[in-house]
């Protein structure tokens, strides 16, 4: 199958949207698909093979935060002369609903397009201005898909019709074969997110901290993640302090030791999340994993059952979950075991086959995908004969 | 010359609402072809999940009520006229979970001789038939949308294509075959 996947954002900014589709668009050649991805990106950075680039992004502010974003005639002219060229037999656009490349090529393209909703943004005061435009270009999306329960639920409020639910991949295996670190073992807490970003919740975990170790006091934590180090502890007493240890940004590799090493993975997000692909990573790794009650999480973690949860923002209940899991070797048995059954369904084998099933479902008997030819203002009127 | 400006103005207009009027319409064209793929690809899932059901309650790998049952209920999908079209693959689905209800059965399935193909169709035919189900329905909606537009129903824009139906089944699937993370066939 000749499929052409569209990235919305910045192939050389690192992000869980680029990401996946760099994962998914490896996972499809390995199966042995034609693809290609349309992403944004700076001429000079080196691209994999099958990348073409549509151009440089240009920052510009948007609902309260800078994106880098793909519009005019240049990227325009781009998006149509990459889905000529291609002869694709399925688009697959992601994030539609935000004005970018994805968006974008929805309005140049016909023929089957699946679209990816990953973030549930709150409808913005743009997208209801642009709704009328927005529409003619989003009604012709044959298959939607949500990447949770919780993904869906908003695209169905914000946009009505319906979507299916494919979670994102994890290559399971990676994870789980990863060697430990020793260095990393024995009493320890992890988190990897940004360090400076409150939604990722860090600052809740170091309100914890301090009652953690009243309890435990060989407990250590340890941080993967971008962000000033010293702003992080500086509520901390000393004491404290020295107990937490910045690990900085972590490779692909590191990343899967660190998992492989905790005795616990924390997860204290605040909110903005609509999938949390981490919990599955730590889930394949085999950490236990306490998390904050955000709808995206308790679902990803089976209710509860495959990872602890904490009402969000309560350092206080973090912090007693944190004791008890750590104290008790079954507990965390059980919710390794657990984990272990439950991430297969996360694993690129199941998630690529899902995605698979909806290219073919929308391609099944549907004509290949198709510059859109703006139809000129005298066939409109019937004069011209095609 | 304020005739001349009033008139020129009114072309421009009406020209403008010309293109607008066409351009809906293309958008419903659009959509009413795109609601007769999505009904092309839900009756090819739909038709597909009937006969790996019928395959399989005549292999003799199933016991004699599961096998009556389910072959009463796959043929009858498939023979069922238009308008009784959904309570029969309803009934379907019910009874591919009735059959299906554990795990031990698909087992059984899969150690039969070529069992291993077929309990893997049977599973990716339960999970597409709700996939072009919302396909097909999401369509429909877009279409209704446009359609109950004052603009559409005041000029007939949409001509004589049938005002579209959602298709409404119970298409839940068997657990023992949905459930993918505890070694069900992929």
């Given at each position: ?188 807490i ?73 005795d616990l993975?924390v ?21 236990p994993v306490l ?17 602890d ?12 979950a944190a004791v008890r899991l750590l104290s008790s070797?079954?507990e965390r048995?059980?919710l ?51 | ?186």
């Amino acid at each position: 199958m000749r499929i052409g996947i569209v990235c919305p954002y910045s192939w050389d900014v690192p992000g869980g949207v680029q990401f996946h589709v760099r994962d998914l668009a490896e996972h499809l050649d390995g199966l042995g698909h034609e693809v290609s991805v349309l992403a944004p990106s700076d001429d000079e950075t080196p691209l994999p093979p099958y990348v073409v680039s549509a151009g440089r992004a240009v920052p510009v502010p948007y609902n309260g935060s800078v994106a880098r974003l793909n519009f005019g005639f240049l990227s325009a002219a781009r998006v149509r002369r990459w889905v000529h060229e291609g002869r694709f037999d399925v688009l697959h656009i992601h994030e539609p609903a935000t004005p970018s490349l994805a968006l974008l090529t929805c309005w140049a393209a016909q023929g089957p397009i699946v679209a990816t909703f990953h973030t549930s943004n709150p409808r913005s005061r743009a997208m209801i201005a642009a709704y009328p435009i927005l529409q003619p270009a989003l009604e012709k999306i044959s298959a939607r898909i949500a990447v949770s329960e919780y993904a869906r639920r908003t695209l169905v409020e914000h946009l009505g019709g319906d979507a299916v639910v494919i979670p994102n991949g994890v290559d399971v295996d990676f994870f789980a074969r990863a060697e430990p670190k020793a260095e990393w073992q024995g009493g320890t807490i992890g988190f990897i997110g940004r360090i400076d970003e409150p939604r990722k919740g860090l600052p809740v975990l170091m309100k914890a901290l301090p009652r953690i170790l009243e309890s435990l006091p060989e407990t250590r934590l340890l941080v993967a993640g971008r962000g000033d180090e010293e702003e992080a502890v500086e509520d901390l007493p000393p004491h404290v302090r020295e107990r937490v240890e910045f690990l900085g940004m972590v490779s692909d590799e590191d990343k899967a030791r660190l998992l492989r090493s905790v005795d616990l993975y924390v997860a204290p997000n605040t909110g903005g999340e609509s999938f949390g692909i981490i919990l599955v990573e730590a889930m394949s790794a085999g950490a236990p994993v306490l998390a904050s009650d955000l709808d995206a999480f308790a679902q990803v973690l089976d209710g509860g059952q495959a990872g602890d949860l904490f009402p969000r923002e309560d350092a206080g209940a973090l912090a007693d979950a944190a004791v008890r899991l750590l104290s008790s070797r079954e507990e965390r048995e059980r919710l390794r075991e657990y984990g272990r059954r439950h991430v297969r369904r996360f694993d690129w084998s199941t998630v690529g086959a899902d995605v698979l099933a909806v290219y073919e479902t929308v391609t099944d008997g549907a004509a290949a995908v198709a510059p859109d030819e703006r139809i000129g203002l005298r066939a409109r009127f019937g004069l011209a004969r095609d | 010359m304020p005739t001349m400006t009033t008139l020129i103005l009114l072309a421009v207009a009406v020209l403008l609402i010309g293109v607008y009027l066409s351009w809906t319409a293309g958008r419903l064209d659009r959509l009413h072809a795109r609601i007769d793929a999505a009904r092309a690809a839900l009756d090819a899932q739909l038709l597909r999940r009937a006969s790996i059901a019928q395959e399989l309650a005549t292999a003799g790998v199933l016991d004699p009520a599961a096998s009556m049952v389910l072959y009463q209920a796959a043929h009858d999908a498939r023979q069922a006229p238009e308008e009784q079209r959904e309570v029969a693959e309803s009934e379907l689905s019910q009874a591919l979970r009735a059959v299906f209800g554990e795990s031990a059965q698909v087992e059984a399935v899969r150690a039969a001789p070529g069992g291993e193909d077929a309990a893997v169709e049977l599973a990716a035919s339960v999970r597409r038939v709700p996939m072009a189900r919302r396909f097909h329905n999401d369509a429909v909606r877009a279409a209704r949308a446009l359609r109950r537009h004052r603009t559409v129903r005041w000029l007939r824009l949409a001509g004589y294509a049938p005002f579209p139906l959602a298709f409404e089944m119970d298409d839940e699937p068997p657990p023992a075959l949905a459930d993918r993370g505890n070694g069900a066939p992929q």
